[in-house]
């Protein structure tokens, strides 16, 4: 079965300095990837997803992610963080037969002034 | 701008109360969602359909737990008889077409069984 591991349910970082959360996937097919975010008592909101056409992936807010299908890895970075960045982050997989994505746990991101 | 609404935001009940959330998908999208988020499980597929059409809802407590679309503006979420342990956050998302394209979703409706 299609699934996802988000490494670390709570992540810190300082105002400027790099936003690295880990996913690694498990599935069976080429997997369709994605990367959402939530901000405090809202819905999720898209940031990215890989769909194969290119490797590196540029979402909004500056984030970006990297598919290595040899790590099963897809990564989300983002060079500089902000203080808006604090959100809770998921990383998805679309299901065996195009069912619907199946989320990660979620990394929580708290940025320090 | 469009997007997702659902009503009510929060809802305080009380054990075995009926509990009813609705759900407004953007138009023009035909696939709808319905999510629980809760601390301990996370973010929790219940349901989802295309087209009004139920595929999948084994992600719901069958006995008390039904969803339905009575037409293309709206999607229901039905508890009855509700339990402390429903109370969680409930998302709902929007979508069109296939899985590969991005869910919209709702700010969700805060449920609280008392």
């Known amino acids: 079965a299609q699934s996802v591991t988000q490494l670390g349910s709570h992540v810190s970082v300082s105002e400027g300095a790099l936003v690295l959360l880990r996913c690694n996937y498990s599935?069976?097919?080429?997997?369709?990837l994605f990367w959402y975010v939530q901000y405090p008592n809202q819905g999720l909101q898209l940031l990215l997803k890989?769909?194969?056409?290119?490797?590196l992936v540029k979402g909004i807010n500056g984030f970006e992610a990297e598919f290595k299908k040899s790590e099963t890895s897809f990564h989300l970075t983002k060079p500089s963080a902000h203080m808006s960045d604090a959100a809770e982050y998921f990383c998805?997989?679309?299901?065996?037969?195009?069912?619907?994505?199946?989320f990660g746990k979620g990394t929580r991101l708290s940025v320090i002034a | 701008d469009a997007r997702v609404t659902q009503t009510p935001r929060d809802k305080v009940t009380e054990m075995g109360q009926e509990v009813t959330m609705r759900c407004q998908p953007i138009?023009?999208?035909?696939?709808v969602f319905w999510y629980r988020q809760t601390m301990m499980q996370g973010l929790e597929l219940l349901a989802y359909?295309?087209?009004?059409?139920?595929?999948?809802d084994s992600g719901m407590p069958k006995d008390r737990f039904s969803a339905e679309m009575p037409d293309a503006t709206l999607a229901t979420l039905k508890i009855q008889p509700s339990e402390p342990r429903d109370s969680a956050v409930y998302f709902c998302?929007?979508?069109?077409?296939?899985?590969?394209?991005?869910?919209?979703f709702g700010p969700g409706t805060r449920l609280t069984v008392l």
């Open positions: 890989y769909t194969s056409a290119a490797t």
């Open positions: 138009l023009g999208h035909n696939t």
């Open positions: 599935s069976s097919v080429p997997p369709y």
């Open positions: 998302a929007s979508g069109v077409g296939d899985s590969n394209n991005e869910q919209f």
């Open positions: 359909f295309r087209n009004r059409a139920p595929l999948d």
């Open positions: 998805a997989v679309i299901g065996v037969g195009n069912t619907p994505l199946v």
